[in-house]
């Protein structure tokens, strides 16, 4: 049953990512009324929250956006810095959402940031030992390796559901700065093709997330059910 659960996710998130590309084309290919970049959304949305210190960086890649509260950098794709584009205005301003978060200390986004060193080192150790664990489960040290994988995989799958209300908060900020914008977003139609953008970007850290929490619950049943048989 665990075997099936994890391929009906792994079938989801194939979906979920496909259709996530396909609105993140079509809205790319969709300018906007008013013509302005990623990067000028970035700028006049920091600014409307009195955040000076805050860099707008364009760094290489496709879907590439993140806010790095480490060195209180907003990086955005080159289609999004330079783009015209619906989606580049609400993945600008959403990317804008983290560092408002950031300025404002939302515990969520800080909770997060502190366990990235440790989410770091508990996915490497899952590369390494999560396969042997499974095939030498039977044994002591299998099990001793069993244990650890579930170790590292609990941290993953904390940092997979923290996420998710640090996005969904960042897209609500970010949506709600465009609708009160409308030197930016000038129709209806154009905030509601950024909020349909913005909530298929998150929906791929729902379908991560649950996936997070099947492979735990599967070491789970490995860990517990190998007890209960001896």
């Not at 075997?3 to 609105?23: C, D, E, M």
């Not at 908060?169 to 950024?194: H, K, V």
Request: glycine share 6%.
């Amino acid at each position: 049953m665990g075997i099936i659960i994890f391929i009906g996710i792994a079938i989801v998130s194939f979906l979920v990512q496909s259709r996530f590309k396909s609105k993140f084309k079509k809205y790319s290919e969709t300018p906007l009324s008013t013509g302005m970049t990623g990067r000028d959304i970035a700028e006049k949305m920091l600014q409307d929250h009195g955040i000076y210190d805050v860099k707008i960086l364009s760094v290489e890649g496709s879907l590439s956006d993140h806010y790095n509260p480490a060195n209180r950098t907003v990086n955005l794709s080159p289609e999004v810095y330079a783009g015209r584009s619906i989606a580049a205005a609400a993945v600008a301003a959403h990317e804008c959402g983290h560092a408002v978060q950031h300025a404002k200390a939302y515990s969520w986004l800080q909770f997060r940031s502190a366990m990235v060193p440790v989410v770091s080192i508990a996915s490497n150790l899952l590369q390494y030992v999560f396969m042997f664990a499974i095939f030498m489960a039977a044994s002591s040290m299998g099990y001793m390796m069993l244990w650890v994988a579930f170790g590292a995989m609990a941290v993953v799958t904390l940092f997979s559901v923290v996420t998710l209300p640090v996005e969904f908060d960042a897209s609500n900020r970010a949506l709600a700065w465009l609708q009160t914008n409308r030197g930016i977003m000038q129709t209806s139609i154009e905030n509601s093709q950024a909020k349909d953008a913005l909530w298929w970007a998150a929906m791929t850290y729902v379908v991560a997330a649950l996936g997070s929490i099947v492979q735990l619950l599967y070491l789970a049943m490995m860990l517990f059910g190998g007890r209960s048989n001896d």
